[in-house]
T-cell receptor, first 114, second 116 residues
Framework: AQSVTQLGSHVSVSEGALVLLRCNYS??????LFWYVQYPNQGLQLLLK??????LVKGINGFEAEFKKSETSFHLTKPSAHMRDAAEYFC????????????FGTGTRLQVTL | DTGVSQDPRHKITKRGQNVTFRCDPI?????LYWYRQTLGQGPEFLTY????????KSRLLSDRFSAERPKGSFSTLEIQRTEQGDSAMYLC??????????????FGPGTRLTVT
């Protein structure tokens, strides 16, 4: 069985500050890992994905994430937060090799303050 | 390339009624997924189709729930005899055929169900 744990249900940062959203995964097979963003009353938008090609993954809107097998982590970062980054962020895991369901974490709500 | 669309966006129904939701995936995406999301939680997998074949169902999908994808294009999710616990956002996602994009899922805006 696969699972992800997102530490911190709410994170607040000042505009221009570093964003760090934490995700740890558990998987019995090499995983694919994803970060999605959800704005209010909208569906989920794919930010980035890790599929074993490179451990540092760059995504849209200036976000990136680093896969660390030794720490079973896939934390999401952005050097400088913007007000428009305020949203809910979900980490997800799926099995490699074949089309597979996503298992999501409980989400982290990012607040960006002036 | 239009995105995944879902209809209706909102549905209010009384307990015991049946409801049906529709999902239109991105054209030529052969995989289609249904998820349910309750307040403060991440989406939970319900079921998955490859073309018209339903390949996997979650234990969350009780016998009151049924999903179809009759021609391998749009899909419907029906809930019979709705209960208040069915109140949630129902999300649909589709995934392309390309091997390097197999696990990328593109989500629709969701259908918010309220059971009164």
């Amino acid at each position: 069985a696969q699972s992800v744990t997102q530490l911190g249900s709410h994170v607040s940062v000042s505009e221009g500050a570093l964003v760090l959203l934490r995700c740890n995964y558990s998987s019995s097979v090499p995983p694919y890992l994803f970060w999605y963003v959800q704005y209010p009353n909208q569906g989920l938008q794919l930010l980035l994905k890790y599929t074993s090609a490179a451990t540092l993954v760059k995504g849209i809107n200036g976000f990136e994430a680093e896969f660390k097998k030794s720490e079973t982590s896939f934390h999401l970062t952005k050097p400088s937060a913007h007000m428009r980054d305020a949203a809910e962020y979900f980490c997800a895991v799926s099995e490699t090799g074949t089309a597979s369901k996503l298992t999501f974490g409980t989400g982290t709500r990012l607040q960006v303050t002036l | 390339d239009t995105g995944v669309s879902q209809d209706p966006r909102h549905k209010i129904t009384k307990r015991g009624q049946n409801v049906t939701f529709r999902c239109d995936p991105i054209s030529e995406h052969n995989r289609l997924y249904w998820y349910r999301q309750t307040l403060g939680q991440g989406p939970e997998f319900l079921t998955y189709f490859q073309n018209e074949a339903q390949l996997e169902k979650s234990r969350l999908l009780s016998d009151r729930f049924s999903a179809e994808r009759p021609k391998g294009s749009f899909s419907t999710l029906e809930i019979q005899r709705t209960e208040q616990g069915d109140s949630a956002m129902y999300l649909c996602a589709s995934s392309p055929r390309r091997p390097d994009q197999l696990n990328e899922q593109y989500f629709g805006p969701g259908t918010r169900l309220t059971v009164t």
